[in-house]
């Protein structure tokens, strides 16, 4: 199975060992010299002094992508915990440091989960996203909310702006629908009000039933069965208000709005089809974002965003003592974030940032303690940028006061952070840029690390992270065949201490910090755009990881430089287009190697490797200021069973159809 994975993989790759893509991939003008021509403002991946990588909404489209977990797994470097189906749990984790060291923002403004730590991304539709992009360590952009600089990764989310060519609305309809249930219907509407106001306001409603059909094997007993509880009831409905304040600068709001009902498919069990835990989740935010540049040397920025997060989960089973178990979880934060940036000449720039954000857990617990958190976040950033020579050094300062009822609180925390990237162009007339960067990191325990139930321990560290990058970056042209291509590879090592882990006692299970893990691997990422005639070409892209996370806590222990659980060391994705006047086509895959459920790495823990195989097609048809899209698609072609999570089988051969009105 692992050298399939690797053959498959080679070939698809095709012009080299696998890659991903970069930012400014599709448009029309491409790369001359240094400059990178793009017909929007894009992050520069290849210019980037961290590992950045970028996919936009046109090669959603090109490969089918339908949900942002689908997106993400894409990218280099990237493990998803997927627990399948469309109802399950979806949480990423980024170079093996855990998924509750990356951040995730959305439209420039940071999410937080002080209960879990870690978001969801599944809740999340790519209906009305413009772009993702993955920074490592710390990006170029020092103009940004203090709590951007606080992870070991960052997601970033951008929904599509309004734009008004001639007429004073935009509107678009999408439906898609497909196997086990799927039906998705969206609406996106844009209004221009006046000429220094617009609006949108989109909705999706997505329901399935999930009860895909799945091969149990355990030895000699072999039995088909269906996935159950795995269906999905959501709504998400958002709204945006844009404004051009002329000298006074300009304005974004934002309300959003998700409902869901979700069955949690349950582990496969031999003679155990049992499964009825469910979820329902409701999340509200509101958030501001004014910016204004006063002058050519000074500019600001404020933000300010209210969460507000109920969750209500259930259990059915004769192990409780009423029949039923049910937890439900408010969440509040209130957060308030101011930036400037003073830029005294061309090629240097200084900005000060500063968030504040209260946040607190209530819940229906007996014995809760209903823990609040104040947290203070300062970052001091200073860039300096030539056209051969970028380097960017911040420090933050964290200041967190933890706060409870009742019980024992944990511990006020302070700490200084400081993150370094160099970028050097090492040929005058050509792309070719050497980057390092390091960042110091860290995680504060989550408010179930804290408090939950038995098993929360109040006097938890944070875990500590430190994270070195060294890479190199290429992009360019080679006649009228490749019109464009970029190339980045990096190698990196990370160092977690004091990793929270779960310990058992005498009769219950306690939180310690007790864990060290040794993070070293490479990232490869390629994109090639190939022109074959005037109406023909071939867009290639492709992403390789090899990475070596083992534990490093106890040279007695009997996982000893064991690979950690569920980090595989071979993992990657690859993509090719042909685009053409009649029907786009696109063949993609992605696939991971061996993993293990536990910390040892024995043969009863060992996850088998993988590759998914999709197959998509589509066409566009204009009829004036009218585009109509039609996109069909096969998902898993080989209709392969496989596992991301060990007794949470994935999906097999699947189809869908998209159908996108824009006027």
Same mark, same amino acid.
């Given at each position: 199975?692992?050298?399939s994975?690797?053959?498959c993989?080679?070939?698809?790759?095709?012009?080299?060992f696998?890659?991903?893509?970069?930012?400014q991939?599709?448009t029309?003008?491409?790369t001359l010299s240094e400059?990178e021509?793009?017909g929007?403002?894009?992050?520069r991946?290849?210019q980037?002094a961290? @590992?950045?990588q970028?996919?936009?909404?046109?090669?959603?489209?090109?490969?089918g992508?339908?949900?942002?977990?689908?997106a993400?797994?894409?990218?280099s470097g990237?493990?998803v915990?997927?627990?399948?189906g469309?109802?399950?749990?979806k949480?990423?984790?980024?170079?093996?440091?855990?998924a509750k060291?990356?951040?995730?923002?959305y439209?420039?403004? *940071?999410?937080?989960?002080?209960q879990?730590g870690?978001?969801d991304?599944? !809740?999340?539709?790519?209906?009305n996203?413009?772009?993702?992009?993955?920074?490592?360590?710390?990006?170029?952009?020092?103009?940004?909310?203090?709590?951007?600089?606080?992870?070991?990764?960052?997601l970033?989310?951008?929904?599509?702006?309004?734009q008004?060519e001639?007429?004073?609305?935009?509107?678009?309809a999408?439906l898609?629908g497909?196997?086990f249930?799927?039906?998705?219907?969206?609406?996106?509407?844009?209004?221009?009000?006046?000429?220094?106001?617009?609006?949108?306001?989109s909705?999706?409603?997505q329901?399935?039933?999930?009860?895909?059909?799945?091969t149990?094997?355990?030895?000699?007993i072999?039995?088909e069965?269906? =996935?159950?509880?795995?269906?999905?009831?959501?709504?998400?409905?958002?709204?945006?208000?844009y404004?051009?304040?002329?000298?006074?600068?300009s304005?974004r709001?934002?309300?959003y709005?998700?409902d869901?009902?979700?069955g949690?498919p349950?582990s496969?069990?031999?003679?155990?089809?049992?499964?009825?835990?469910r979820?329902?989740n409701?999340?509200?935010?509101?958030?501001?974002h004014y910016l204004? !540049?006063?002058?050519e040397?000074?500019?600001v920025?404020?933000?300010?965003?209210?969460n507000?997060?109920?969750?209500?989960?259930?259990?059915?089973g004769?192990?409780?003592?009423n029949?039923?178990?049910e937890?439900?979880?408010?969440?509040?934060?209130?957060y308030f974030?101011g930036?400037?940036l003073?830029q *005294?000449?061309e090629?240097?720039?200084?900005?000060?940032a500063?968030? $504040?954000?209260?946040?607190?857990?209530?819940?229906?617990?007996?014995?809760a303690?209903f823990p609040?958190?104040?947290?203070?976040l300062?970052a001091l950033?200073?860039k300096y940028?030539?056209d051969?020579?970028?380097?960017?050094?911040?420090?933050l300062g /964290?200041?967190?006061?933890?706060?409870?009822?009742v019980?024992?609180?944990?511990p006020?925390?302070?700490?200084?952070?400081?993150s370094?990237?160099?970028?050097y162009?090492?040929?005058?007339?050509?792309n070719?840029?050497?980057?390092?960067s390091?960042?110091?990191?860290f995680r504060?325990?989550?408010f179930?690390?804290?408090y939950?139930?038995?098993h929360?321990? @109040?006097?938890l =560290?944070?875990?500590?992270?430190?994270q070195?990058?060294?890479?190199l970056?290429w992009?360019?042209?080679?006649?009228?065949v490749?019109?464009?291509?970029?190339?980045?590879?990096?190698a990196?090592?990370?160092?977690?201490?004091? !990793?929270?882990?779960a310990?058992?006692t005498?009769?219950?299970?306690?939180?310690?910090?007790?864990?060290?893990?040794? $993070?070293?691997?490479?990232d490869i990422?390629?994109?090639?755009?190939?022109?074959? /005639?005037? !109406?023909?070409?071939?867009?290639?892209?492709?992403?390789?990881?090899?990475?070596?996370?083992?534990?490093?806590t106890?040279?007695?222990?009997?996982?000893y430089?064991d690979?950690? *659980?569920?980090? @595989?060391?071979?993992?990657?994705?690859?993509s090719?287009?042909f685009?053409? @006047?009649?029907v786009?086509?696109?063949?993609s895959?992605?696939g991971a190697?061996?993993?293990?459920i536990?910390?040892?790495? /024995?043969?009863k823990?060992? $996850?088998e490797?993988?590759?998914?195989q999709?197959?998509?097609?589509?066409?566009?048809?204009?009829?004036?200021? /009218?585009?109509?899209?039609?996109?069909?698609?096969?998902?898993?072609?080989?209709?392969?069973?496989?596992?991301?999570i060990?007794?949470y089988?994935?999906?097999?051969?699947?189809?869908?159809?998209s159908?996108?009105?824009?006027y």
């Amino acid at each position: 199975m692992r050298y399939s994975f690797l053959k498959c993989f080679v070939c698809i790759a095709g012009v080299s060992f696998a890659c991903k893509l970069a930012a400014q991939d599709t448009t029309d003008v491409w790369t001359l010299s240094e400059v990178e021509v793009v017909g929007k403002n894009r992050p520069r991946v290849t210019q980037s002094a961290a @590992p950045l990588q970028v996919l936009e909404r046109d090669f959603f489209e090109k490969l089918g992508i339908q949900d942002l977990s689908e997106a993400v797994k894409r990218f280099s470097g990237v493990t998803v915990q997927d627990y399948g189906g469309i109802g399950g749990l979806k949480t990423v984790s980024v170079r093996g440091m855990g998924a509750k060291h990356t951040g995730v923002s959305y439209d420039g403004l *940071p999410l937080s989960d002080l209960q879990s730590g870690q978001i969801d991304i599944g !809740k999340f539709s790519l209906d009305n996203i413009e772009s993702v992009s993955l920074a490592v360590g710390q990006d170029d952009d020092i103009f940004q909310a203090a709590r951007m600089f606080s992870s070991s990764g960052t997601l970033k989310m951008r929904t599509v702006t309004p734009q008004f060519e001639g007429k004073p609305f935009n509107l678009r309809a999408q439906l898609k629908g497909g196997s086990f249930g799927l039906f998705n219907p969206a609406l996106r509407y844009e209004q221009q009000l006046g000429e220094k106001w617009s609006a949108s306001l989109s909705g999706s409603w997505q329901r399935a039933d999930g009860d895909y059909p799945f091969t149990l094997v355990n030895g000699d007993i072999v039995e088909e069965k269906r =996935r159950n509880n795995s269906d999905v009831d959501i709504y998400q409905t958002e709204l945006n208000l844009y404004g051009d304040l002329g000298k006074g600068g300009s304005l974004r709001m934002k309300a959003y709005y998700y409902d869901s009902e979700r069955g949690l498919p349950g582990s496969v069990v031999l003679y155990n089809d049992h499964a009825a835990e469910r979820l329902w989740n409701q999340n509200f935010f509101g958030q501001v974002h004014y910016l204004n !540049k006063i002058n050519e040397k000074w500019s600001v920025q404020a933000n300010g965003r209210f969460n507000w997060l109920h969750t209500r989960y259930t259990d059915i089973g004769e192990k409780y003592e009423n029949g039923m178990m049910e937890n439900i979880y408010y969440q509040r934060e209130y957060y308030f974030s101011g930036a400037a940036l003073y830029q *005294p000449f061309e090629s240097f720039s200084l900005s000060l940032a500063q968030d $504040i954000s209260w946040g607190d857990l209530d819940n229906n617990f007996e014995d809760a303690q209903f823990p609040s958190r104040l947290t203070s976040l300062t970052a001091l950033s200073a860039k300096y940028k030539t056209d051969r020579f970028t380097a960017v050094a911040t420090l933050l300062g /964290t200041v967190v006061k933890e706060k409870v009822e009742v019980g024992e609180k944990a511990p006020d925390k302070q700490r200084l952070s400081p993150s370094v990237s160099l970028s050097y162009r090492l040929l005058k007339n050509e792309n070719l840029r050497l980057r390092f960067s390091y960042k110091d990191a860290f995680r504060l325990p989550t408010f179930n690390d804290l408090y939950y139930d038995w098993h929360g321990t @109040p006097s938890l =560290r944070p875990e500590k992270a430190q994270q070195f990058n060294l890479g190199l970056t290429w992009s360019g042209r080679f006649g009228s065949v490749v019109r464009y291509m970029s190339l980045t590879a990096d190698a990196y090592y990370n160092k977690v201490k004091d !990793k929270i882990v779960a310990y058992p006692t005498m009769f219950i299970w306690k939180m310690e910090n007790m864990g060290t893990v040794d $993070i070293k691997g490479t990232d490869i990422n390629l994109f090639a755009d190939l022109r074959l /005639t005037d !109406k023909l070409s071939l867009l290639v892209s492709g992403s390789y990881t090899f990475q070596k996370a083992v534990d490093v806590t106890d040279e007695s222990d009997k996982n000893y430089k064991d690979q950690i *659980p569920y980090t @595989p060391r071979h993992s990657g994705s690859g993509s090719v287009s042909f685009e053409n @006047p009649w029907v786009n086509i696109t063949y993609s895959l992605v696939g991971a190697g061996e993993r293990y459920i536990n910390p040892q790495n /024995t043969e009863k823990n060992r $996850i088998e490797p993988y590759v998914e195989q999709s197959l998509s097609a589509n066409r566009t048809f204009r009829f004036g200021n /009218t585009s109509f899209r039609l996109q069909v698609e096969v998902i898993n072609l080989a209709d392969k069973q496989y596992d991301i999570i060990k007794y949470y089988p994935m999906p097999g051969r699947s189809y869908r159809v998209s159908l996108v009105f824009d006027y």
